[in-house]
């Protein structure tokens, strides 16, 4: 319990009073949503302005999209800045945030019609998943039942925080004698926070009405559980005949994790019913499953949306354009309404042969396809909102399709090798399919659509890479490329893909990820070791490196976190080995993967002396052995001192695709992707592990090979080694049969050929293997393969091969609290037993549990009582095995003597894991955990999960359960 002397009390209230603003005549209400807010800031501009607004605003979505959070900036004057952020590693895509606007002071029943409040609060704390204190805040007004929304307004930290607020402690409701608030970033590994300003707007709970728009507040009963459990969770109230815009607050923390409120679905408003549901960030786990919680909130009346979307009539954007012979594309101009989402209906008036009208689309993009060559087709586009109001239909534009003639480029439409990709702040860089043609050269159009700052298209060009620049930091740009070869023949274009410039939340460590070594560990005087980090890469500066040294021999320190990419260990001893890794970090805190350990030795006596021979040789001089390749081997080295020699093979003539080797064990080397009918130049250099190097060997040259190759590698058509195989519920993978040519290297490509969501075909790749991640679970995919040469001779594609990804598994927890295994067959046994989602109502023993007899559990409620008997306890979950493996975490204490807790997990006949373990006389609940792997051949896959908990004990003893938790890691 909070205690608060009377002095704290006055000093609050007297700085609550300072911080609300003198008393406004009007509290300013203004009610709105945005739609498809993402990860970019978005201004949004009021009708009136304000001394110090306070905003509120909640996110809708459902358990298809990622946790998001919606964050705020800039809120003065007559607008604010808002957009979603992850919280976790998966971004949200678009989703609607609806928002209330009131200007901070406090508001009565006699001045204002409405009791209520809005206040700016500075939270300096920052409360986390294991530290819950807030910070102490007042009520001006008297409340009966206070309903209390909130929101993080500033963007001090570009981490994530949601407001939360509580009573006398976190789980119970605000009242006239408590209220705490703050801000909570959940299970975030990286817990400093800035200072952030909160605000909160406080409202009687009941109907009534604000400057004439009529409102209904009210706080839901301890029932809205996660989005990831049995969404929306529903609450009724006396309604409107058109809803409006609603927003929603948790209320009170009940799970310790942290969460926030959200409103279900896309349309989460009805007449007479609000759907809610919390959601928690993926920072400390994936998991997302809650406990009931209670979300205060206020639904607004609409007033009836009777207007068309604008522009109205309907205008394009881009007017009917003939792109082959046989299509013609356009675009309408983007309407806006407040009843979305618009939809747009194409229709063609020409009636020539092979036109065709769309049907109401979502998309502002229509192509009329199938047309007649050298024909005219008029089309207007008309645009209607959800309810059904349609305008004006535009005029009619026209566009003749061009004369017949040879086929357009292949592929056709086009498509993206590389898909637009941000390099910089205001770069981004797109690379098309190579086009196909009897009359070469294809060339390519590239075409941003989305009109944002700085976008430009390019011009027809022989290059199959564009980079547009001159972009807007964090801005999304969508592009489209279309080929035509060397007669006019133009191709469709391809689908629209989007890429974003740099500038948003870096969630993402620094690479190379592992880190690497440039210099690896090599002695530097007679008790020190000297070490290089490759320097690394990130979009959020300064890297800081961390040198590890893992063989904890005499001597051997870390570095600790630095922002040189050099560290010099000391005070080692003689003749001693050290091992160190490496490490980085960018300023957000993202940390990468550590690198493979490296070790070099302390000398006895100080080496000076670089391996011989000196200058180095080469065994086998350079030798092309293909129009592509080179090999070289170098003389083996020996040295006196030291048996750990490698070797540096370096390509002195500079022409196009030759490269240098890293520092290596192996004295021999292959230098690949050189050009034919060139010559190389390499010479080579050995050093000990002190870092004693040779001088370079005499430089020595050899010449690629020419070709007249024009064969596809063999098999052609091409073959599957390893036919396409699910390897879980996501992912598939497969092995092209290995692929034979003397123009090396030899690439594969797989294609996907179902289009079932998430299905993705690789990119020409070096290796045989491809994995299709990011499937839909139960859901068949289709693939080929194809491979092609170093000079492109391309096989046909192997036959289509499919299969269907595995059925998803369950994703835990399975909680049992307060809970019994059996149906009780006495009537003591049933007080305080309760159902949990997840776990089968039936029991295979009637006897063997009964009621606590002496003793609390540690939640101080009912739980399981197990005798020392020979009949186990039996319960079956409804959720079928899948191979991985399974977490068992079971409460246990003592009642009498000393027991023995047999567990057992089990599918069906078979068990798939069993433990003992030794529960000693304790008042205190013991936490036992087993962890159980089932591989993929196991009979008790498909099977259903089950538990059997017997009491083994040789003599009377009595074991109390509790807290069971069953999870899939």
């Not at 637009?420 to 075409?447: K, R």
């Not at 390893?722 to 993978?733: F, G, L, Q, V």
């Amino acid at each position: 319990m909070k205690r608060f002397s009377i002095i704290s009390i006055l000093c609050a209230l007297l700085s609550i009073q300072l911080g609300l603003n003198a008393q406004t005549t009007s509290p300013k209400l203004f009610t709105g949503m945005e739609s498809g807010v993402t990860g970019l800031w978005r201004t949004v501009t009021l009708p009136q302005t304000y001394t110090n607004m306070v905003v509120v605003a909640t996110p809708h979505y459902d358990e298809n999209s990622a946790p998001a959070i919606v964050r705020m900036r800039n809120a003065a004057g007559n607008s604010f800045q808002l957009k979603v952020d992850a919280a976790g590693q998966s971004i949200p895509g678009p989703i609607a945030v609806s928002f209330i606007v009131v200007e901070e002071g406090v508001y009565t029943l006699a001045e204002h019609g409405v009791k209520m409040e809005a206040a700016l609060f500075d939270s300096v704390d920052t409360d986390t998943a294991y530290d819950w204190l807030g910070e102490d805040s007042y009520f001006t007004n008297v409340y009966t039942t206070p309903v209390v929304l909130g929101q993080v307004m500033t963007y001090n930290d570009a981490r994530t925080s949601t407001f939360w607020s509580s009573g006398e402690t976190r789980k119970k409701l605000p009242d006239n004698e408590f209220l705490t608030i703050g801000k909570t970033i959940g299970e975030d590994y990286i817990e400093f926070r800035e200072e952030e300003l909160l605000g909160y707007i406080v409202i009687e709970a009941g109907a009534g009405s604000i400057e004439g728009l009529n409102y209904v507040a009210a706080i839901s009963g301890d029932v809205v559980e996660s989005v990831s459990e049995t969404p929306p969770y529903s609450v009724t109230y006396s309604g409107f005949a058109t809803p409006g815009v609603a927003v929603a607050t948790q209320i009170a923390m009940d799970g310790s994790n942290g969460s926030w409120a959200l409103l279900y679905g896309s349309n989460p408003v009805t007449p007479t019913t609000i759907n809610l549901a919390v959601d928690e960030d993926q920072w400390g786990d994936t998991e997302r499953a809650h406990t009931t919680e209670q979300v205060a909130f206020i639904v607004f009346e609409g007033v009836p949306d009777t207007a068309a979307p604008t522009p109205n009539p309907a205008t394009f954007a881009s007017a009917p354009t003939a792109i082959s012979t046989a299509e013609i594309t356009m675009t309408a101009t983007v309407a806006t309404d407040e009843s979305g989402p618009v939809e747009y209906l194409f229709t063609e008036t020409s009636g020539n042969p092979g036109a065709t009208s769309s049907v109401w689309q979502t998309s502002e993009v229509y192509s009329d396809t199938g047309l007649s060559s050298s024909t005219q087709y008029c089309y207007t586009v008309q645009m209607r909102d959800s309810l059904g109001n349609i305008g004006t239909a535009s005029v009619a534009s026209c566009a003749t399709t061009p004369l017949g003639g040879p086929q357009p480029p292949t592929p056709n439409p086009a498509t993206f090798l590389i898909p637009p990709t941000g390099i910089s702040l205001s770069d981004i860089t797109m690379t098309a399919t190579p086009g196909s043609t009897s009359n070469a050269p294809v060339e390519y159009f590239f075409t941003e659509i989305t009109g944002n700052p700085g976008a430009s298209n390019s011009v027809w060009q022989i290059s199959n890479t564009y980079v547009d620049s001159i972009l807007t930091p964090d801005t999304q740009y969508c592009y489209t490329v279309t080929m035509r070869d060397s007669l006019g023949n133009v191709g469709s274009s391809s689908a629209a893909v989007c890429g974003s410039t740099q500038g948003v939340i870096d969630i993402y460590p620094p690479t190379p990820n592992p880190a690497e070594f440039s210099i690896e560990p090599v002695p530097s005087g007679i008790n020190s070791m000297t070490m290089t980090a490759v320097l690394g890469s990130d979009f959020t500066g300064p890297i800081e490196y961390y040198f590890g040294e893992t063989s904890f021999n005499p001597g051997g320190s870390d570095s600790g976190w630095q922002p040189s990419t050099t560290y010099v260990d000391t005070l080692l001893s003689f003749g001693t080995e050290y091992c160190y890794t490496v490490t980085m970090r960018d300023a957000l805190g993202n940390v990468g993967n550590t690198s493979a350990p490296t070790c070099a030795f302390i000398p006895d006596l100080i080496d000076q002396v670089p391996p011989t021979p000196n200058p180095a040789t080469f065994a086998v001089l350079p030798n092309a052995i293909s129009s592509s390749q080179i090999d070289m081997t170098a003389t083996i080295a020996t040295d006196v001192m030291n048996n750990i020699i490698k070797y540096k093979f370096d390509e002195t003539s500079g022409n196009f695709g030759g490269d240098d080797s890293s520092w290596q064990l192996s004295t021999s080397y292959s230098d690949t992707g050189l050009l034919e009918n060139t010559q190389y130049c390499y010479t080579v250099t050995s050093r000990d592990a002190v870092g004693n190097a040779t001088a370079a060997s005499v430089a020595a040259c050899a010449t690629t090979s020419g070709t007249s190759d024009t064969t596809a590698p063999t098999p052609d058509p091409a073959t599957f080694a390893n036919a396409p195989a699910a390897t879980s519920d996501t992912a598939i993978s497969m092995t092209a049969t290995v692929a034979t040519d003397p123009s090396a290297p030899v690439e594969y490509l797989f294609t996907e050929t179902s289009g079932n969501t998430g299905g993705t075909s690789s990119a020409w790749q070096l290796s045989t293997t491809y994995s299709d991640t990011g499937l839909t679970a139960s859901t068949q995919y289709c693939y080929t393969t194809q491979s092609r040469d170093g000079l492109g001779n391309t096989t046909v594609a192997s036959a289509v091969s499919c299969t269907t990804t595995d059925a998803p598994p369950f994703s835990g927890p399975i909680a049992v609290d307060n809970f019994s295994f059996e149906n009780p067959s006495t009537p003591d046994e049933i007080i305080g037993f309760t159902t949990v989602p997840g776990w089968s109502q039936v029991a295979t023993i009637d006897s063997g549990i009964g009621s606590i007899l002496n003793g609390v559990p540690s939640d101080g409620l009912q739980s399981s009582f197990i005798c020392d008997c020979d009949n186990p306890v039996e319960q079956t979950t409804s959720h079928v095995i899948t191979a991985g493996s399974y977490q068992l975490i079971i409460d246990a204490r003592q009642a009498n003597g000393n027991g023995q807790l047999e567990v057992e997990l089990f599918g069906g006949s078979t068990v798939i894991g069993t433990q003992s373990f030794s529960i000693l006389i304790d008042e205190d609940y013991q936490t036992k955990t087993m962890t159980v792997t089932v591989d993929g051949g196991s009979s008790a896959i498909g099977q259903l999960l089950g538990i059997r908990i017997l009491n083994s004990s040789s003599s009377e003893s009595w074991i109390n359960t509790d807290n069971i938790q069953l999870n899939r890691l």
